[in-house]
């Protein structure tokens, strides 16, 4: 390695580790991008039928006529299903080395104690396989309707508030969507970090925002399905 | 105080190794945590069994030759070496685990000893500087800012003792890769050579076997010289520069 060229030097660096979690970085922020503006969308359930029934067929016709029927809804999904497939990518390479990196038979035998790491830096790797799991269960509930608890209906609307009534349905919403705020508590100051943004006299503000982003996507998507449940919006 | 010790005991390279249990008795509050294995080991040595191996010089901090996992943490309970852990920071009768770095890029030599010349081979590929010999020159011809210069000496302190891959859930070397891009990469004299050698480094880290950094912090945790964990953030920038610029 010493002795090879700085061209094959550089072209090696593109697979290293700093590498891949560069990639997980970007594809991370465009997914919580696409979660905030999800977000937002949901929030328009308390308009009423009409108003979130609109807001759903507006954007399968986005940029109509300028672009096919659901043409800018296909351009997005083909970004995001592209990033979560490279953020997975990533991760799976980078969790593979990681068990490489201390092999069975050279583990600790005491129980390592965590001196600062928090559960959500901990959980990284099972909570993104859990929330890949969701991610599909969803898609098969609300895009889909493959999966119709509560009876299946064309009006989006109606899918949420069916659904949403049942404690179930509800609970498996919640526990996916904690596991997003752990997620995104680490991933976002994660990536900040990876990219080359922090400081140490940054570092306290990173963490913070991070933390606040997090919570405020947890809460915002979790208040239509309690809405629901609790009869604010039938 | 006494105090149980539950040792990793591991005959040569390869072979299979197990945590033995010893008493050792009489251990004053004073002494350091070396100390303690030092009369443990004469105790071994007078019963003709073999020492327990484990690395240690400067024994004040600074060489950072000794370095085990006690009680899971690496260097211990208190944020320094172990030669500077003193007893007083256990009590009577605990019972005390120790345990050598374990990473697979760290493998074990005997005992608690472990070679880190992974480490010495990350520094061959770059980090250094390429100064020409001659007198030194004046300390003054070169100007750098004072907020350069105490990044630069902050990160310089590294004693490379390998405690951050002990603590790394990856096993990953990257806070002592950071600390040398960071310190060369902060002063004038580090320019030339700063998109190389962190392609190089990094290439080389990989190489070693270690496993990628994911920003848990552990690293920084436990480093008895208290490297900040934002010169992995500045490895990672000059590393992603060089990709981008491709001047190497």
Known sequence: MANSTLTKQRSTA?????????????????LVLFLIVHMYGNLMIFGGQEVFDEYSHHIRVIGEPMLPPEGALWIIRIVLLAS???????????????????????????????????YASRTMRWGGVILALFVIYHILHLTTNNIAPGGASDSPYERVVNGFQ???????YLIAMIAVGFHLRHGIWSATQTLGANKASRQRVLNI?????????????????????????S | MNI?????????????????TYKVEDVSQDMSFLEMLDVLNEKLTLAGEDPVAF?????????????????????????????????RSFKDGDVIDVEPWRAKAFPVIKDLVVDRGAFDRIIQAGGYISAPTGTAPDAHANPIPKADADRAFDAATCIGCGACV??????????????????????????PERAARVVKMVNQHDEED??????????????????????????NKDLLGALASGKL
């Not at chain 1, 497939?85 to 038979?105: D, K, Q, S």
Request: charged letters at 15%.
């Open chain 1, 14 to 30: 593109f697979k290293s580790t700093v590498a891949l979690k560069s990639a997980m970085a970007v594809t991370g922020g465009i």
């Open chain 1, 84 to 118: 979560v497939l490279i953020h997975a990518y990533a991760a799976f390479t980078l969790w593979a080395r990681a068990r490489r990196a201390r092999p069975a038979g050279q583990r600790y035998q005491t129980r390592r104690k965590p001196v600062q790491q928090t």
């Open chain 1, 166 to 172: 049942i404690w179930w349905v509800l609970l498996t």
């Open chain 1, 209 to 233: 925002t991070a933390t606040a982003i997090a919570l405020v996507i947890t809460v915002g998507f979790l208040i239509p399905p309690f809405s629901v449940f609790f009869g604010l919006v």
């Open chain 2, 4 to 20: 149980t010790l539950r040792v990793w005991r591991q005959k040569g390279r390869g072979d299979e190794g197990r945590m033995v």
């Open chain 2, 55 to 87: 690395d240690h010089d400067c024994r004040e901090g600074i060489c950072g030759a000794c370095g085990v996992v006690i009680n899971g943490v690496a260097h211990g309970p208190e944020t320094t070496t172990t030669c500077q852990l003193h007893m």
């Open chain 2, 166 to 191: 002990a603590a790394c859930p990856n096993a990953s070397g990257m806070l002592f890769t950071a600390a040398k891009v960071t310190h060369l990469g902060m002063l004038p004299q580090g320019q």
């Open chain 2, 210 to 235: 270690f496993g990628g950094c994911t920003n848990i912090g552990e690293c920084a945790a436990v480093c008895p010289k208290g490297i900040p964990l934002d010169t992995i953030s500045q490895l």
